[in-house]
C-alpha cells in the first residue's frame, strides 16, 4: 500500500522506473533501520490511514503525502535538529523532481511544524500533526507497544536520564488545552489520548 502510494504520487514527476524505485529504496532503507522501533514504515501506514479518512477534508493531498513519507526520514534519537534535516533533505527531493515551489514550501512548513504540534494558520498542517500524534490516543495495548518502542528507541539512556526526560514530554501535552487541533481528531482521540498520558506519567512517578 506505502509502495504504491508513493509511486502515484510520483507519477507525476518521473516516468523513471530506476529513479522512483531509487527513491523508495531510501525511504525503506531509513524507515526499517535496525535503531528504529516506532519511527518505522508501520507509523507512515498508520498515518495514510489516519489521513485517507479525511481526504477531502484535505486542501493539498499531494503535499500532505510528500510530508508524510519524508518527515522522519532522517531521526536519531540523541539529536535535535531532526525535523529541520528531514525538511530539508525533503525539499532536495522534490526540486529535483520538479515539484512545484508551493507544495514544495507546504511539506517543508509541515514538516518543521511536527517538532512541536502547535496550532498552523494552515488547516492541513493541522491535520498531519494531529494525525502524527494520534498514537496517543490508541487502544491502552496499542500505547503500551508505542511507549515500548520508543523506550527502544531511546535505549542509549539509562532511566534515570530517559524517565525525567517522557515526564517532562507528558506534562507538556497534559498542560495543553487541547492535544488534538482539529475537530476530526480531538472527537477521535483527544479523551483516550489523556488517559494513555496520565497513566503512563502515573506510572514514571511510581
Given at each position: 500500500m506505502l509502495k504504491n502510494t508513493f509511486f502515484e504520487l510520483l507519477a507525476t514527476y518521473s516516468a523513471d522506473p530506476r529513479q522512483k524505485e531509487a527513491l523508495w529504496d531510501e525511504l525503506e532503507k531509513a524507515y526499517t533501520n535496525q535503531k528504529r522501533?516506532?519511527?518505522?514504515?508501520?507509523?507512515l501506514e498508520h498515518l495514510l490511514l489516519q489521513l485517507t479518512e479525511i481526504k477531502g477534508q484535505l486542501e493539498?493531498?499531494?503535499?500532505?503525502?510528500f510530508t508524510l513519507f519524508y518527515h522522519d526520514i532522517i531521526y536519531k534519537p540523541l539529536k535535535s535538529d531532526n525535523e529541520e534535516r528531514s525538511a530539508a533533505h525533503a525539499v532536495q527531493?522534490?526540486?529535483q523532481l520538479a515539484v512545484p515551489a508551493d507544495v514544495t514550501v507546504l511539506c517543508r512548513e509541515q514538516i518543521l511544524a511536527t517538532k512541536s504540534h502547535q496550532a498552523s494558520v494552515n488547516s492541513d498542517t493541522n491535520y498531519f500533526t494531529d494525525a502524527d500524534l494520534s498514537i496517543l490516543g490508541s487502544t491502552p495495548e496499542v500505547y503500551a507497544r508505542y511507549c515500548q518502542n520508543v523506550r527502544k528507541e531511546y535505549a542509549v539512556f539509562p532511566d534515570f536520564i530517559y524517565r525525567p526526560g517522557r515526564k517532562k514530554v507528558l506534562k507538556h501535552f497534559l498542560a495543553m488545552e487541547k492535544i488534538f487541533k482539529?475537530?476530526?481528531f480531538f472527537d477521535k482521540f483527544e479523551r483516550n489520548a489523556?488517559?494513555?498520558l496520565a497513566e503512563e506519567l502515573r506510572d514514571l512517578t511510581e
Open positions: 522501533h516506532y519511527h518505522t514504515l508501520r507509523h493539498n493531498w499531494e503535499a500532505i503525502l527531493i522534490m526540486q482539529t475537530d476530526h489523556r488517559r494513555n
